[in-house]
C-alpha cells in the first residue's frame, strides 16, 4: 500500500484519523481474541461467544466497522477487504479448533501452527496499513486535506526530473487567497479556516487528475501542473480562479462572502531549479497581487528583480 490517495486528491483526514483508530483498536482486541482462544483451549473453557460464534469477525470493532462501511470510497481499497479476509479465516479456523477442544481432542501441532500463522498475517497486515495511514495524516494538511511542504519539494523535484528527462513542459504556480487577513479580522478565525478548506476543495475540483496541488503555507497553495506549457497553464489557471470567484463561499454560520484569488505561475526551462521555479512564481504571484488582484501573470523576465513584500 502506497498511501491512500494520489498527490492530486485531497484526502479527508478525519476519516484517515478514524481508519487509523479502528486499525489500531483491531490490533490490540485481535489479542485479546487470541488471549481467550487460549485460555479456553487449555483450561477446557467453553469458549466465549467472540470465539464461538459463526459471526465473531462482526463482532469486532474491525469487523463491524469494514461491514458498515465497505461501500465507501477510502474502504474500498483491496486492502481493506484483504485484511477483512484474513480476520474472518483466522476468526473461522480458530472457532473451528476450539470445537475440537471442547470434545476432549488434542488440537494437532500443525493446524494449531496454522492457526497462529493466520494470526500473524492478520496482525501484519494490520500494522502495515496502519502504518501507511500514520505516514499520510503526517503529510497531510488537517485543514484542507491537501499534501502539505513536507512532502512538496520531493515531489516537485520528481516531476522536474520527468519533465527534463522527457523534454516534456511543467509548470508550478502559487495561488493566494486575496484580502485573507480582512477574512479572519472582520469575521474571525474559524471563518477564514472554513475559507481556505472551501477553496481548496474547488481547487481540487477544478485541477486535471494529473496536476498536484499542496497546502503552500498560510492562505498560499502551490499547484504543479505537468506536460503544461505557459499558454496552457493560463488556462488552467484562469479556470480555478473562477472556481474561486465564481460564486459566494457560503459558511456554516449562514455567512455569504465573495473570495477571489491570485495567481504566479511559472515553467520549469533550461534545468532551473525547483527553488527558482517557486521564486519565479512567486514574483509572479506579486505583480498579480500589485496589479490588482483576482487575476493570473506568468514571470517574465523583467520580473528577476522585482523585490517581494509581505501582503496584507
Known sequence: ?????????????????????????????????????????????????????????LMSRFGSWFDLNKDRALVKQSVFRELARAQEDCYAF?????????????????????????????????RRIRDAFRKAISELDPLTGLHNRQVMIPELERERQRALRTKSPCTLAIADIDFFKKVNDT??????????ATAAGRFVSALRPYDSIFRYGGEEFLLCLPNTDSRTADAV?????QAIAG???????????VISSSFGYAEIVDEIE????????DKALYAAKHGGRNQVRSWTADMTELVTEPDA
Open 1 to 57: 500500500m502506497s498511501g491512500p490517495a494520489p498527490p492530486s486528491e485531497r484526502l479527508d483526514t478525519e476519516g484517515a484519523q478514524n481508519v487509523l483508530d479502528v486499525i489500531d483498536a483491531a490490533i490490540d482486541e485481535h489479542q485479546v481474541w487470541l488471549q481467550a482462544w487460549h485460555r479456553s483451549v487449555t483450561c477446557n473453557l467453553p469458549p466465549s461467544r467472540d470465539v464461538s460464534s459463526a459471526n465473531s469477525h
Open 274 to 281: 525547483v527553488n527558482e521555479a517557486m521564486n519565479r512564481a
Open 237 to 241: 489557471l484562469e479556470r480555478l480562479r
Open 94 to 126: 480458530g472457532r473451528y479448533l476450539a470445537g475440537v477442544a471442547r470434545k476432549g481432542k488434542p488440537v494437532p501441532v500443525e493446524e494449531y501452527d496454522a492457526l497462529i500463522e493466520k494470526s500473524q498475517r492478520f496482525v501484519t497486515q494490520a
Open 187 to 196: 469575521y474571525g478565525h474559524a471563518a477564514g479556516d472554513e475559507v481556505l
Open 247 to 257: 460564486e459566494p463561499f457560503c459558511l456554516t454560520n449562514g455567512l455569504e462572502l
